[in-house]
């Protein structure tokens, strides 16, 4: 199973195309946050569909087109939320031949109009992102972990997902938008290889502090790394990064992923 981190920022990037903060004007360049998984290296999936999704696939050479002209190993796309740094993508992909998305009811629900009008140039597979099933070598499971819905829409959800590789039963385990460490949480990590973390924000205060904008990590539905940080000693077999990191975020541990990371690879 191979799991490569495309994009580790948190909506906007870094740089932002309008941010003259200090960490846009020297940090790490990141691009917005979208994962790619294989089990078997020939097929693979797109979690979550950035703004950058172009780049992000022509920067990896595993997601090459061919061997036919149009042929792609890009099956399709998992979504774990309907906001726009995950979503905005879909309609970049419309040139796919097929292409395969996978949502639960109520992302459905709001992008709607995304998904009819990307259902008029490709031909579109859009299913339910079920709690627990197998597909393409995978088994995947799904657990809500928040009900924030997008400020443009009027329904949504946040899903934590489980991949495991049916063949070896290696797993990972994608949740950049975690709003709190639940006992359900819990579970649906425990004896997990590699956990991708939400590291939006180092610290609870951290937006008010560098930007004056109101608002703490978790009332926007992300737990910061350093409330993370103190459950991670539970679960010594497992390997921790963070992702989607804000731009206000300094992001100078080496446990927060970078772009081109390989998290999982055997
Ligand atoms: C989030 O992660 O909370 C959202 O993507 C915020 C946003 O970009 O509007
Ligand atoms: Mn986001
Ligand atoms: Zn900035």
Redesign the pocket.
């Known amino acids: 199973m191979r799991v490569r981190v495309l994009g580790s920022a948190?909506?906007?990037g870094c740089p932002q195309w309008n941010c003259a903060c200090p960490v846009c004007r020297t940090g790490r360049p990141r691009l917005q946050d979208t994962v790619a998984v294989s089990a078997g290296g020939t097929s693979w999936w797109l979690i979550n569909a950035s703004p950058d999704i172009r780049a992000q696939i022509l920067g990896f050479d595993a997601l090459r087109p061919g061997p036919g002209a149009r042929d792609t190993p890009v099956s399709g796309v998992l979504l774990t939320?309907a906001?726009?740094?995950?979503t905005l993508g879909l309609l970049s992909l419309r040139e796919a031949v097929r292409l395969t998305v996978f949502a639960t009811p109520a992302v459905t629900e709001a992008l709607d109009w995304p998904r009819r009008a990307l259902s008029r140039y490709t031909d579109l597979d859009w299913r339910v992102l079920a709690d627990d099933f197998e597909h393409d070598g995978l088994r995947i499971q799904r657990l809500t972990v928040g009900t924030?819905s997008?400020?443009y829409a009027s329904t949504g959800d946040v899903s934590a997902l489980r991949l495991t590789e049916t063949r070896t039963g290696n797993s990972f385990v994608h949740a950049t938008?975690l709003p709190a460490w639940t006992q359900a949480f819990d579970d649906f990590i425990r004896g997990a290889d590699v956990v991708l973390l939400d590291g939006?924000f180092a610290t609870e205060n951290e937006l008010t502090g560098t930007t004056g904008r109101p608002g703490t990590a978790t009332s926007?539905?992300?737990l910061p790394i350093a409330e993370s940080r103190r459950f991670l000693a539970g679960y010594p077999g497992t390997r921790f990064w963070f992702g989607?990191v804000n731009n206000t975020n300094p992001a100078d541990a080496p446990d927060i992923a970078v772009d081109g990371l390989d998290v999982l690879r055997n």
Do not use: F, S
Not at 83 to 86: I, V
């Open positions: 948190a909506g906007g939320t906001e726009l740094d995950h924030k997008p400020r938008c939006t926007m539905g992300h989607h």
